[in-house]
């Protein structure tokens, strides 16, 4: 990577990254199935960067790739040196025999500072019994998770899947309060972008390739967006934000919204 302001402020870098797997039973044949095609973006610093998608668009494939379980079949994944990134699944499975509470669960990760407990209200859950749990308090302990290593990039997958609409305002406003305490970005992935439009300064579209990018009304009011999406109109906005001119726009840093 050089060494410009520009590439010093980006965190995670993809440079044309493709993902394809055999095609079941085809493997002498060299069928393969395109999951990811010609990915090209870089997530910066402080910026909240959303990525959405049908099901089967590819996202959860993304996020691995950009966690590097998963190596890319052609293209690049680069990390800035020294980063430190917290993930928050969906979900986590558990073995329902096994005695196990909050308190030594987390601790099988480490160790999460009192003042993220504090504000997750997950010190109040420390012995009881993680399948003792509803979907709102496990999501606030995978949260306190990901929270262990005071992470440079919170990595959240579709962080509000099963929780009602009360509970989705509650998050969004717990993550932008860890966002400015931490200073760091988060790249979040949801299936739909009225649920997180106000609080994200960049949007992906994803679906197998990247269908537009740029910021969220600019991507609402995209032809592939509508596509996908359709015309439905949600008749909120989850928490106050008021974009700032101060970053870039889009991928290559341009002030014109073009797909990618």
């Known amino acids: 990577m ?3 302001t520009n590439t010093d402020a980006c965190l995670v870098t993809f440079n ?3 993902f394809h797997v055999p095609v079941h039973g085809q493997r ?3 069928q393969k199935k395109i999951i990811l095609k ?5 997530v910066r610093s402080n910026e909240i960067q959303t990525l959405i998608g049908p099901n089967g668009a590819g996202k959860s494939t993304l996020i691995k790739v950009m966690l590097g379980l998963l190596k890319p079949s052609s293209g690049s994944v680069t990390q800035r040196n020294g980063i430190k990134i917290g993930y928050m699944p969906q979900k986590i499975n558990i073995n329902p025999y096994l005695p196990l509470d909050v308190e030594s669960f987390l601790a099988l990760y480490g160790m999460v500072e009192k003042e993220f407990l504090t504000l997750l209200k997950v010190d109040q859950l420390l012995k009881s019994s993680v399948h003792d749990l509803s979907g709102g308090e496990w999501q606030r302990v995978l949260f306190a998770r990901a929270l262990i290593n005071k992470p440079d990039l919170l990595v959240l997958d579709e962080p509000t899947q099963g929780v009602d609409f009360t509970g989705q305002q509650d998050f969004f406003k717990l993550m932008l309060s860890l966002k400015k305490t931490l200073k760091c970005s988060i790249f979040l992935i949801s299936h739909d972008l009225h649920y997180v439009l106000s609080a994200t300064d960049q949007v992906l579209c994803l679906n197998g390739h990247i269908c537009c990018a740029g910021l969220p009304h600019d991507v609402k009011n995209h032809q592939e967006y509508k596509k996908m999406f359709g015309h ?3 008749p909120f906005d989850i928490v ?11 991928l290559s840093c341009e002030h014109d919204h073009q797909d990618i």
């Open 2 to 4: 050089s060494n410009n």
């Open 16 to 18: 044309n990254v493709n």
């Open 28 to 30: 002498h044949m060299q």
């Open 38 to 42: 010609d990915i090209s973006f870089s």
């Open 232 to 234: 439905a109109q949600h």
């Open 240 to 250: 106050p934000y008021h974009h700032s001119h101060d970053h870039c726009h889009d």
